[in-house]
C-alpha cells in the first residue's frame, strides 16, 4: 500500500466536514490536488503569466517553455509516438467532441456505423447521436453480460465491415468494468474502422500506453488524475490529426490569412485556437510529475488492494446491491442500499463527513439497463486508505440503522 503520509500533501483532505475528519470518495468526479500541483499554478502566476509563442521577451519564452513543457510530458506518460499529437483540450468532453465535429462529421455518411456500449459517460455518446444525425450513420451498442462486462464473441459479432467507428469507454464511471481494448482495437482495425478510447477513468489509475494499445484516439480529462480543472487532452495518430480540419478558428491556430480564405498552422496548433489553458497545462505536468514520482504501478495496486478490502467489507452488509463485476474492477463501488434512495444515503454520509457521489453518473442508458433510477457511488484513489474504507462502512451500517428507525 502507498505511504499514508502521501494523504498530507493534499489540503482539502486536512479538514473535518460536520465535525468529522473529511473522507473523500468521490474521486471519479473530480480528483484533490497535492501541495505540487497548486504551488506550480501559483508559481506561474506569480511569475511568469504571460501568453505563449507571441511575445519575444523574457516571460513570454518562460510561458512557452512551461507550456511545450506540459505537452512533452504528457507525450511520455502516455507513451505517444510524437509530441505533435498532444492536443490540449478543456477536459475529456471537449476532446470527444473535437474528434466527432471534424473526424465524424468529415468521414462518416450514411449507412455506416459507430459502435458505443451502454456503460458510455453522456460525453462519450451524445456528440455520437449528434453526428449519426447530422451523418445518417447508425449507431449500434454492444450487449452487455449481467455483470456489466462484454464477451469478445459479442464484440466480434457487433463490429462488421459497415463499422467505420469504434467509441468506447476503457474504465466505465459506473460498473467499474475495465474493457478489453487492446482486443477491440484489433477487431476494429480488422475492418478498417478508427477506436476512440474514453481515458478518463483510466489514464488516472492505470499505466496507459497508446502505442500498445493501437488506438487512434485517446481522451482524458486533468482534474481526475490529480490535476486542475479546466485542462484535458486529445491524443490522436499524427497521420489521422493531419487529415481533420479544426473546429474552432481565430488566433494563433492559422499559418497565413487573407480577406477570403487563410492556411492553417501544423501539429498540434491548429487544434488550440486562441490563448491556450497555460496555467492549466501547468499544473498538468506538475500532475504527471506526481503520480510518476510514486509510480503507476504502485498507484494501480493501491487501489487493488484498497477495492478488494472495501468488496469484502460492503458484501457483509445485508441489503446492498453492487453493480458490475466482482473481478478486475477498477477503483470505485456502485451501490444501492433497499428501501433507501441514493441521495438520501449521500447526506446520511455526508452527516458524518463522508463524500460519495448519488445520481445516474451521467449515464442514463446504463441506469436504464441497470433498471434503476440512481445509485450511489464510493470511489477510491491513491489517498484513500483502509481507514477511509471503515468510516465509509460505518457510515453505511448507521444510514441503514436510521431509516430503519425513521420507517420501523
Known amino acids: 500500500m502507498i505511504d499514508k503520509e502521501i494523504r498530507k500533501l493534499f489540503p482539502t483532505l486536512n479538514q473535518e466536514i460536520n465535525g468529522h475528519p473529511l473522507v473523500y470518495l468521490d474521486s471519479a468526479a473530480t480528483s484533490q490536488k497535492p501541495i505540487q500541483v497548486i504551488e506550480a499554478i501559483d508559481n506561474y502566476y506569480r511569475k511568469i503569466n504571460s501568453n505563449v509563442h507571441r511575445g519575444v521577451h523574457t516571460l513570454g519564452t518562460w510561458a512557452t517553455d512551461a ?36 473526424y465524424g462529421r468529415s468521414y462518416l455518411k450514411e449507412g455506416d456505423e459507430i459502435v458505443i456500449t451502454y456503460m458510455e459517460h453522456h460525453s462519450n455518446l451524445i456528440p455520437w447521436q449528434q453526428v449519426a444525425k447530422v451523418t445518417g450513420a447508425t449507431l449500434k451498442y454492444i450487449p452487455l453480460q449481467p455483470d456489466g462486462t462484454m464477451k469478445i464473441e459479442d464484440i466480434k459479432a457487433t463490429i462488421t465491415d459497415k463499422t467505420k467507428f469504434v467509441a468506447m469507454t476503457q474504465v466505465s464511471n459506473v460498473l467499474g468494468t475495465v474493457n478489453p481494448i487492446k482486443e477491440v482495437v484489433k477487431i476494429a482495425h480488422s475492418y478498417g474502422a478508427k477506436v476512440l478510447v474514453d481515458g478518463a477513468q483510466s489514464v488516472p489509475h492505470m499505466k496507459v500506453d497508446v502505442q500498445e494499445l493501437d488506438c487512434d484516439f485517446l481522451a482524458f480529462s486533468g482534474h481526475k488524475m490529480s490535476g486542475p480543472t479546466g485542462i484535458g487532452v486529445l491524443y490522436g495518430k499524427k497521420g489521422i490529426l493531419e487529415q481533420m480540419e479544426p473546429v474552432e478558428f481565430g ?56 477495492i478488494k478490502y472495501a468488496m469484502e467489507k460492503v458484501d457483509s452488509i445485508d441489503g446492498i446491491t453492487i453493480y458490475g463485476p466482482k473481478k478486475n474492477h477498477s477503483s470505485l463501488i456502485t451501490f444501492n442500499m433497499d428501501g433507501i434512495h441514493p441521495h438520501d444515503v449521500a447526506t446520511v454520509l455526508d452527516t458524518e463527513g463522508i463524500a460519495v457521489r448519488a445520481g445516474h453518473h451521467c449515464a442514463q442508458p446504463l441506469m436504464k439497463w441497470l433498471k434503476v433510477s440512481a445509485t450511489a457511488r464510493a470511489s477510491f484513489y491513491l489517498y484513500n486508505t483502509k481507514e477511509d474504507v471503515d468510516a465509509w462502512i460505518n457510515g453505511l451500517i448507521k444510514t441503514k440503522e436510521y431509516f430503519g428507525y425513521v420507517f420501523s
Do not use: C
Open 67 to 102: 507550456y511545450e513543457g506540459a505537452r512533452e510530458k504528457v507525450k511520455n506518460f502516455i507513451n505517444a509516438k510524437y509530441v505533435e499529437e498532444i492536443i490540449f483540450t478543456r477536459g475529456t468532453t471537449s476532446a470527444i467532441n473535437l474528434v466527432a465535429s471534424s
Open 251 to 306: 488566433g494563433e491556430m492559422i499559418d497565413f490569412v487573407d480577406l477570403y480564405d487563410s492556411t492553417w498552422k501544423e501539429l498540434p496548433w491548429k487544434f488550440e485556437g486562441g490563448t491556450p489553458i497555460i496555467a492549466g497545462a501547468v499544473g498538468l505536468g506538475a500532475a504527471i510529475d506526481f503520480l510518476q514520482s510514486i509510480g503507476m504501478d504502485e498507484i494501480e495496486k493501491h487501489e487493488h488492494e484498497l
